[in-house]
C-alpha cells in the first residue's frame, strides 16, 4: 500500500532563516505531488504541484520555493522565513491524471518567530 | 473560477444527535466531490467522494449525495460520536488534470457527551 512521510513534523524557526521541508511517497511511482498550506484558523492554499521530476506548476508566487529531485520525493524550501509564512504544512499525491482522489501526509507545523 | 462554500462553524452537538454539514460549489463541468477530515494535529483523511450526479458517497456512516440541481454535496450522519469532533473539509476537483483540489474553509464540529 501507498506512504506518505513528511519530516519534520514540526519546526520553529527565526525570521530569516532557511527553510527545507521533505515529503516522499511510498508504493507508487510517479505520482503527481503537491504542497499546501493551512494558516490558523482557515482552509487549505496550494502552493506547488508537480507532474514529474524536475516539473513544477507555481500557485501563488511568494519566497517559497519547491523542488522534485527524485519521482517520490518533493522538498519545500526558503532561502529567508517571513512571519507570514507560519502554519501548517501538508502534502500531497495524486496516482495519475485518471483518478481524481489526493492523499495527504501527517503536516509539518512550522512556527517563525 | 471553481470555488466551495461550506457553512461555517463552529458546530457543536451532544453525543447521539443528527450532523448536517452544508456545503455547495461553483464549477463548470461535472467535478468529482469530496470530504476530508481533519483531527486536531493531523494531516487530511479522505472521507467520502463521489464522482457523478447522485452518486452517494458513504462511510464510517458519514454521507452525502452528489446534488447537481442545487450543486450541493451536504454531509450527514445520523449520530454523532465524541470520537467525530474534527474540521470536515468539503472539496471539489476535475479529474484529467493535474492541478489542485479546489476546498472550502473547513467546518470545525464540536461533539459532547
Known amino acids: 500500500s501507498q506512504t506518505i512521510h513528511q519530516w519534520p513534523a514540526t519546526l520553529v524557526q527565526p525570521v530569516g532563516s532557511p527553510l527545507s521541508l521533505e515529503c516522499t511517497v511510498e508504493g507508487t511511482s510517479n505520482p503527481n505531488l503537491y504542497w499546501y498550506r493551512q494558516a490558523a484558523g482557515r482552509g487549505l492554499q496550494l502552493l506547488f504541484y508537480?507532474?514529474?521530476?524536475?516539473?513544477i506548476s507555481s500557485e501563488v508566487p511568494q519566497n517559497l520555493s519547491a523542488s522534485r529531485p527524485q519521482d517520490r520525493q518533493f522538498i519545500l524550501s526558503s532561502k529567508k522565513l517571513l512571519l507570514s509564512d507560519s502554519g501548517f504544512y501538508l502534502c500531497?499525491?495524486?496516482?495519475?491524471?485518471?483518478?481524481?482522489?489526493?492523499?495527504f501526509g501527517p503536516g509539518t507545523r512550522l512556527t517563525v518567530l | 473560477g471553481d470555488s466551495v462554500t461550506q457553512m461555517e462553524g463552529p458546530v457543536t452537538l451532544s453525543e447521539e444527535a443528527f450532523l448536517t454539514i452544508n456545503c455547495t460549489y461553483t464549477?463548470?463541468?461535472?467535478?468529482?466531490l469530496f470530504w476530508y477530515v481533519q483531527y486536531p494535529g493531523e494531516g487530511l483523511q479522505l472521507l467520502l467522494k463521489?464522482?457523478?450526479?447522485?452518486d452517494k458517497g458513504s462511510n464510517k456512516g458519514f454521507e452525502a449525495t452528489y446534488r447537481k440541481e442545487t450543486t450541493s454535496f451536504h454531509l450527514e450522519k445520523g449520530s454523532v460520536q465524541v470520537s467525530d469532533s474534527a474540521v470536515y473539509f468539503c472539496?471539489?476537483?476535475?479529474?484529467?488534470?493535474?492541478?489542485?483540489?479546489?476546498f472550502g474553509t473547513g467546518t470545525r464540529l464540536q461533539v459532547t457527551l
Open positions: 472539496a471539489l476537483f476535475h479529474t484529467g488534470t493535474a492541478s489542485k483540489l479546489t
Open positions: 464549477a463548470t463541468g461535472y467535478p468529482s
Open positions: 463521489a464522482t457523478k450526479a447522485d
Open positions: 500531497a499525491w495524486m496516482a495519475s491524471f485518471s483518478t481524481d482522489t489526493q492523499y
Open positions: 508537480s507532474v514529474g521530476i524536475g516539473q
